[in-house]
């Protein structure tokens, strides 16, 4: 693999001013293949700022975003080919079952839907294929969410607190899934209040600090 | 490139998903149906339902009842979507925005105008309508409706980040439904006086094929602001 | 053109120039206004028919053809921010939309003004007050949708977005109100019109309706500075421009 497709996203001079707050300044980051990133800082320091801003979602204020060296904003279809975001709130359907959720997912990024009851098993939801999402609790949701990263194409995860509300043992095989996925020369960035277990020379840390106005 | 990817999956996806939604939460069709009938009454009662005056007023107050009650089921198109996440889920998609939005329209239009198209003549029986009138209201409804959903789609976008974005939302869509419902209301009438309405028809249609066109990139840009 | 409108796109540049142009502005005005409603008022000749009612015409056709024509201007910046990224647009559509808002309330009242000696009632729903009063309502709009965001460069969007469905629409609503209007009330209510005007009535409009013009320059270009202000208040040059104003 050469250093230019290694390179896979880049941040230029980003910053980011929410509600005539600057939350941060200045900042460049590259991620390359097999990366594992930790976005940590305290509350409102702007990690899911950072987060959105990278998916596209939020504009930064000055600064951009290229995948594969374009801009982000020129090459939506490919960029969001190869991009997969938890944001905080899981994007699951209270009036849909757990396997139509699922399934209407996998639709919406082309993935095939044949496998979605082995997926459910991946993230212990294994028996409630057919229960209404609405029953289900938080930490559910959040696996029906979840399980698509057991099947996914998408090379650049980015996660917004995926362990919230998961129990321990769900936690661990996240944990490995992650590892699983940057091995295979994924890029995950994410962003969580615990300690990641992972050793600490796979993953790199990034700390966001509050910025006070010039 | 991900081979299995076509825009027609994924339209199919989303009309089937929201479908599937609309008839789980049946209220949300039938209470829009409710306040068409029950604005008509209104309309009845308080003029003084004499028949000639029905007669007159019937394809303005028809259609006007039927503006509302759109405007009052659009909010649902993608507050819901917006507030657990899976709008963000959308517009991630790889799939154009352009399709996803055409999608959520066309499933909104299907729950919500169509039921009421057909409710449309017993409420035309009820107001007095010319007979001759009726096609001409089936007609208009049929091609203006798409229209009222098209650009009431574009208000909802433009609020849905809103906490308080009811009665904004009419502010900002109703003077737009203004031409859709004066070509409307005119070809009924003309139609009630045995005059030619397809010139009428023909605008009608040609809105409807401007708005199909245009409106779509208006919310996906308003739904990308929203989402910011 | 681009790179000599560049640097007028940094926001400090802009405030000083605007400012610059105020004053100049409100000579010209005040200049034409003083002159225009002069001649207009009090020189110009009485309409055989109307009398001397038709003097409000040098009020009520100025400030209806502005309240279009700052629709335009706002689309137009509305164009520029979605397209360009340019956050100076931002400060230009909340500038402009409550000076084009109040531009179209004159033309309305105005123009039930001048209805009352003509029909002998305040309000017909005659094709241009129905059309002022409908750009009225996508004015107040704006104006409602761009107070409704916390976020002002949200907000900003947002309104870029509806100002350019409006302009697109504002012709479609405007002929179709027209028909709407010979439709049911018959080709009789022309006055607005004014087919062919006697040069001495054209040149005090002509004039007027560059003093309001001008007018409306100076108005939103004030307006631009605090919007500009407001939305750089983080910076530097502001913060020193405060403390320089302190001392």
Redesign the interface.
């Given at each position: 693999m050469n250093t230019s497709s290694s390179l896979v996203l880049t941040a230029d001079n980003l910053s980011c001013i929410r509600e005539e707050r600057i939350l941060f300044d200045e900042l460049d980051l590259q991620f390359k293949n097999g990366d594992i990133w930790q976005i940590a800082g305290a509350n409102g320091t702007g990690k899911t700022s950072l987060l959105r801003i990278l998916a596209g979602l939020h504009e930064p204020e000055n600064g951009n975003i290229k995948y594969k060296g374009t801009l982000i904003g020129q090459c939506n279809e490919e960029y969001h080919q190869d991009l997969l975001y938890l944001g905080h709130s899981p994007g699951v359907k209270a009036e849909l079952t757990v396997l139509e959720n699922l399934q209407f997912n996998l639709q919406l990024c082309g993935q095939n839907t044949d496998q979605c009851v082995q997926l459910l098993e991946q993230v212990d939801l294994y028996g409630f294929s057919d229960t209404l999402a609405a029953h289900l609790s938080a930490g559910q949701h959040r696996r029906i969410a979840l399980a698509r990263l057991w099947l996914t194409d998408a090379r650049i995860w980015i996660l917004d607190e995926p362990f919230t509300a998961i129990d321990k043992q769900g936690v661990k095989r996240l944990e490995q899934r992650v590892l699983e996925h940057a091995d295979q020369g994924g890029i995950v960035i994410l962003t969580t209040h615990q300690d990641l277990s992972l050793p600490t020379s796979r993953y790199q840390t990034l700390t966001l600090e509050r910025v006070f106005a010039l | 490139m991900n081979p299995s990817l076509s825009y027609r999956k994924a339209f199919q996806a989303i009309l089937s998903r929201d479908l599937t939604i609309a008839l789980r939460h049946r209220d949300d069709i039938v209470n829009p149906l409710l306040f068409f009938i029950i604005v008509i009454t209104l309309f009845a009662i308080g003029v003084g339902a004499m028949p000639n005056v029905l007669m007159t007023i019937a394809p303005g107050v028809i259609w006007v009842a039927a503006l509302l009650s759109t405007l009052l089921s659009l909010e649902r198109l993608f507050k819901n979507d917006y507030q657990d996440g899976s709008l963000e889920q959308l517009l991630l998609s790889p799939c154009p925005v352009f399709i996803l939005v055409l999608a959520k329209i066309f499933a909104h239009w299907l729950v919500t105008s169509v039921p009421l198209i057909l409710l449309a003549p017993l409420l035309a029986m009820m107001m007095n309508l010319h007979p001759d009138g009726y096609w001409a209201l089936f007609l208009t409804l049929l091609l203006g409706t798409p229209i009222l959903s098209l650009l009431g789609a574009i208000g909802v976008a433009l609020t849905v980040a809103l906490k308080k974005g009811g009665v904004l939302l009419s502010l900002l869509i109703l003077p737009l439904y203004i031409p859709v419902l004066i070509l409307a209301t005119a070809a009924v009438d003309a139609a009630t006086m045995n005059s030619p309405y397809q010139g009428h028809l023909a605008i009608i249609a040609a809105l409807f094929f401007a708005s199909l066109i245009t409106a779509p990139f208006a919310v996906g840009a308003a739904l990308k602001v929203s989402t910011n | 053109m681009w790179k000599w409108l560049h640097p007028y796109a940094n926001p400090e540049v802009a405030y000083h120039f605007t400012g610059k142009l105020i004053p100049w502005f409100n000579i010209i005005a005040a200049l034409l206004l003083v002159v225009g409603m002069f001649m207009g008022l009090a020189y110009s000749p009485a309409d055989y028919q109307q009398g001397e009612t038709v003097r409000i015409f040098y009020i009520h056709v100025p400030a209806a053809i502005l309240s279009m024509g700052l629709y335009f201007s706002m689309a137009i910046a509305g164009f520029c921010a979605?397209v360009w990224?340019l956050k100076l647009a931002h400060a230009a559509i909340a500038a402009i939309a409550p000076i084009g808002a109040a531009f179209t309330a004159i033309a309305l009242i105005t123009g039930a003004a001048w209805g009352k000696p003509m029909w002998g009632t305040w309000w017909i729903w005659d094709a241009r007050l129905t059309s002022e009063l409908?750009l009225l309502?996508?004015y107040?709009?704006v104006i409602?949708?761009g107070n409704?965001?916390?976020?002002k460069n949200?907000g900003a969007?947002?309104v870029s977005?509806?100002a350019?469905?409006?302009v697109?629409?504002l012709p479609?609503?405007h002929y179709?109100?027209e028909?709407?209007n010979t439709?049911h009330q018959g080709a009789t209510v022309t006055k607005f019109a004014a087919p062919s005007m006697a040069m001495s009535m054209y040149i005090p409009f002509v004039i007027c309706f560059f003093g309001f013009a001008f007018l409306a320059g100076s108005l939103i270009c004030k307006r631009f500075q605090g919007q500009v202000l407001a939305r750089n208040?983080?910076r530097?040059w502001v913060k020193k421009m405060a403390l320089a104003e302190e001392h």
């Open positions: - | - | 979605l990224q409908i309502f996508l107040l709009g409602a949708l409704a965001f916390d976020d949200q969007k947002a977005v509806l350019l469905v409006g697109v629409n479609i609503i179709s109100v028909w709407w439709l208040s983080l530097p």
